[in-house]
């Protein structure tokens, strides 16, 4: 429908009715309204996977890798078919809007969200985000960029104030959400932090250049939560207040259109964005949505599979991969992460996976019947326990594996109850009289030894085994963060003697009272093994082996989103059980199972060093691919990787009287190394294949007029033994430029293919914009006249080709 006709249907509401759709109906619906044909439409988080409106275990979504992961691909076909996915699970289970994707920058290594972010450069994050934006939006499921803008980190993130230039804010926070704009997205998120003074949710940034100069003719919708003014925020181009049915618009936001604080056309305008958003989703009038159908083409696994090799950088090879299956008798596989990776980050955009396939169960399938696979956990990471899972519980009641979870009036009497598969539950269904929640399983110790086990919530809590009370108490909320009250809240532990073989009734109740939420997770965790036994027995593994695959990684406690990373250093005894393995066998891979940057104090020990990030359900499958030589490793980095921490050039995440500067300017990520002269462990870009290339020659076309784009023609050759893939990167440099500028940015790239021997070319297309810079003082863009520095090859800091062009 055009503007002008939902102007006509918007005008036959009147104000309280206009008003009363400015906020969600539920926590992930908007508002119906019969009048005007407008259904309700459903928003569900989305970055790696469509969880749908409810945290369900028992009902499962497909989980991709991770964005970091998804930054590595440099290859925007695949990340176009993997939001095409997202659309697919979306209209599977009646999703109108996906929450994806996020468009915010690797700014700092230290940022706890970074598993959510595709990279530190605006180029690769727009691309990237463009592509994954079309798949969505081809199937008429919105997508959303988010979080605009600036919100980069977590600490303090409901009220941090990010103070930043205009300049760097136009060349780098906002690049990629103009960049999202231009290719069409339907909805953009509100951020919960403030830039320069004003909260994002009331921030002139909403009109101006968003809705304005780039002609976003969507819709805004806040982070959940974020809109906490009534007046300024309405008053501004704020759109969509997410949750409802409470919130601070209402009628407080009717009396201020009514009080003259907020003109009624900024109403009818926000009301047009949303039947603008419904129409384009199959949510108004007589629109009907796609119907739900099978993916087309290659299996939904397989695709998933190959976006895990295709994500996967390999870091360091002294010709140890491709492992040789031919060669190997046995091989050890080593590292809790193995047994137990990290798929998917933690917080908001967590789903629950159908099927995984662990780093372990995929070197084990492919080795069957050929090699032997011994596994060696070696050391507890620490750490807080794990909930409760079908793999070390059973309901009392039925002897299923899971757990039992009841809702009690205040009483003790029973208004619900069903079998469930975890500890861990969000959202227990509430009904009149509701007053306690209560989980309880039967745990079973195959030996006797001190079981830890723990309640999470707020408000009145209980925990006992077997009668026994071991937490009591009343716990206060302590924060307003969402992710904590409502995903993550603080758990209480306590230890007791188990026997072995006797089984333990273990029993949680948490009441539920106004202002705590109603999460309630129940963990446990067995007795851990002698570290130091633990640490021997996987260094004999690897000793008797033909080769030692380790997993290492990050834990959840260590990395996820609500709050920042205070170390790089790997928990618990990693790095010491990396170095000890890798001295008794050269033939030592390690896996890096993280989200964002970690220190590889070892790197130089092993004889390879894989980065898997976050691979999502397929991890396993898509690793033993690349280890064994199916597929080549894909991935080239997103961030650069530090040596140490204390090398970082740009790391603080932690605001100071409520705000935080970006003082650095545009100089984030590599630019950052480079401006400081420092070299880092891996520089952005940097990824091996299983073949070697040299760059032979480079010639550049259209140099002659200002707006016109620049071709860049890389010749190279595979000089190795295999077929393979290469991501030729363009930068541009401008030495002697009259404003400040970064020693050099990355410009385009583009992927080639070829058989050992072939020599091919690559042509990279450097846009216009790529040379311009923000005139502060003017307000407008401006090209400088001159030369310019056009350098191409590997990464950031391995660029052997340069050519100079005069524009």
Known sequence: MTRDELLKLVGTLDLARKVGLLTGATVWRSRAEPAVGLREMVFSDGPAGVRGEEWNERRPSLLLPSASALGSLWDESLAGQLGELLAFEALRKGVHAVLAPTLNLHRSPLGGRHFECLAEDPELVARTGVALIRGIQAHGVAATAKHYVAN?????????????????????????????????????????????????????????????????????????????????????????????????????????????????????????????????????????????????????????????????????????????????????????????????????????????????????????????????????????????????????????????????????????????????????????????????????????????????????????????????????????????????PPRRHASVWLAGGQPAHVVARRELAPGTGRAVVVTAAAPEPDPEQALAEAVEAARNADAAVIVVGTTEGSESEGHDRTSLTLPGRQDELVAAVAAVNPRTVVVVNSGGPVELPWREQAGAVLLSWFPGQEAGAGLADVLFGQAEPGGRLPTTWAATLADVPVRETRPHDGALTYDEGPHIGYRAWLRAGRTPAYWFGHGLGYTTWSYDRLRVAGAAAKGEALAVAVRLRNTGARRGREVVQVYLARPDSAVERPVRWLAGFTAVRAEPGETVTATVEVPARMLRHWDVREGRWRTEAGDWQILAGRSAGDLPLTATVRR
């Not at 917080?347 to 696979?373: K, M, N, W, Y």
């Not at 070390?392 to 757990?403: D, K, W």
């Not at 539950?425 to 309880?440: N, W």
């Open 152 to 488: 980069d980190s977590e600490t303090e993130r409901l009220t941090l104030d990010v103070r930043v230039d205009e300049r760097t804010l136009r060349e780098v926070y906002l690049a990629p959400f103009e960049a999202a704009v231009a290719a069409g997205v339907w909805l953009v998120m509100s951020a919960y932090n403030g830039v320069n003074g004003t909260t994002m949710t009331a921030n002139e940034l909403l009109a101006e250049p968003l809705k304005g100069e780039w002609g976003f003719d969507g819709a805004v919708v806040s982070d959940w939560g974020a809109v906490r003014l009534t007046a300024k925020s309405a008053a501004a181009a704020q759109d969509l207040a997410m949750p409802g049915p409470q919130g601070p618009w209402g009628e407080a936001l009717v009396a201020a259109v009514r009080g003259g604080s907020v003109a009624e056309e900024a109403i009818d305008d926000k009301v047009v964005r949303l039947l603008t958003l419904a129409d384009r989703v199959g949510a108004l009038g007589g629109g009907r949505r796609l119907p739900p159908r099978a993916w087309p083409g290659t299996t939904t696994r397989g695709l998933l599979r190959r976006a895990v090799a295709a994500g996967t950088v390999l870091l360091r090879n002294e010709d140890v991969l491709p492992l040789d299956v031919s060669a190997l008798h046995g091989v050890a596989v080593i590292g809790r992460h193995a047994g137990a990776p990290r798929l998917q980050g933690g917080g908001s955009a967590g789903v629950f996976p159908a099927e995984v396939v662990t780093p372990l169960d995929g070197i084990r399938a492919h080795l069957r019947g050929r090699a032997q696979v011994l596994y060696a956990p070696g050391p507890d990471l620490g750490g807080q326990p794990p909930p409760l899972d079908p793999a070390r519980c059973e309901n009392p009641l039925t002897g299923a594996p899971g757990v039992l979870m009841r809702v009690l009036t205040a009483s003790g009497d029973e208004l619900f109850a069903e079998h469930r598969l975890s500890g861990r539950q969000l959202e227990p269904p509430l009904a009149p009289l509701a007053h306690t929640v209560e989980i309880s399983a039967l745990v079973r110790p195959a030996s006797d030894g001190k079981w830890t086990f723990g309640v999470g919530g707020y408000g009145r809590m209980g925990l006992a085994v077997d009668g026994q009370p071991l937490v009591e108490g009343e716990f206060a909320r302590d924060t307003d963060d969402p992710a904590v009250v409502h995903l993550d």
